[in-house]
């Protein structure tokens, strides 16, 4: 089946840039999102692109899209410990149906 | 507005209980999912509903069974719990498909020993 991987974690220094990569299999993807989970909640919707675009900017976070590599990334400029959480990629076809990254655990050192 | 809000929020069940796990929201959306979360894996669909009354398995639904009597609720049932269903749940909810946003509750961990 189609898949989504992203890699299990990141730990970056407080002030640097993060970058979380993802890639999927599924060449249908309409919409690709970007989750984060602090814990003990739910799943907050950071931000999603649409297939067509390939970049999509918004405050600190900058997301990027390589549609023929099939490879999406989420860069958080200024990273601060309030950063700290898990991010999934998600991407959803066009059946509606949603996959999901296992997810990548960024800690934010001070 | 609450959201997307999960009861319980924390269960531990004997292998061969059952029990019923209660998602409501309060946004009058159509659309109502039920994901399980679990370590090293990304969440995996169990069943989603498009609508009130109406049903689908997502992509693990054995072992579970779900109903949507009132568009705002959508209810995950275990009839005999095993140790395998140890997982936290995670129940969203959307306004329709495609781009719209899908709200998360806060995820309801249950262990069944």
């Known amino acids: 089946g189609e898949d989504v991987e992203q890699s299990l974690f990141l730990s970056v220094r407080e002030g640097d840039s993060s970058v979380i990569n993802c890639t999927y299999t599924?060449?249908?993807?309409?919409?690709l999102y970007w989750y984060k989970q602090e814990p003990g909640a739910g799943l907050q919707l950071l931000t999603y692109?649409?297939?067509?675009?390939d970049m999509k900017q918004d405050q600190r976070l900058t997301v990027l899209l390589n549609k023929k590599d099939k490879h999406l990334s989420l860069r958080i400029a200024d990273t601060q410990t309030g950063d700290s959480a898990i991010y999934f990629c998600a991407e959803r076809d066009n059946n509606n149906d949603m996959r999901f990254g296992a997810g990548t655990r960024l800690t934010v050192k001070p | 507005n609450a959201g997307v809000t999960q009861t319980p929020k924390f269960r531990v069940l004997k292998t061969g209980q059952s029990m019923t796990l209660l998602c409501a929201q309060d946004m009058n959306h159509e659309y109502m999912y039920w994901y399980r979360q679990d370590p090293g894996m990304g969440l995996r669909l169990i069943h989603y509903?498009?609508?009130?009354?109406?049903?689908a398995k997502g992509e693990v639904p054995d072992g579970y069974n779900v109903s949507r009597l009132k568009k705002q609720n959508f209810l995950l049932g275990l009839e005999s719990a095993a140790p395998s269903q140890t997982s936290v749940y995670f129940c969203?909810?959307?306004?329709?498909?495609?781009?719209?946003?899908?709200?998360f509750g806060q995820g309801t961990r249950l262990t069944v020993v």
């Open positions: 509903s498009v609508g009130e009354g109406t049903t």
């Open positions: 599924d060449s249908s993807s309409t919409y």
């Open positions: 969203a909810s959307s306004y329709g498909g495609m781009n719209t946003e899908a709200f």
């Open positions: 692109i649409f297939s067509n675009m």
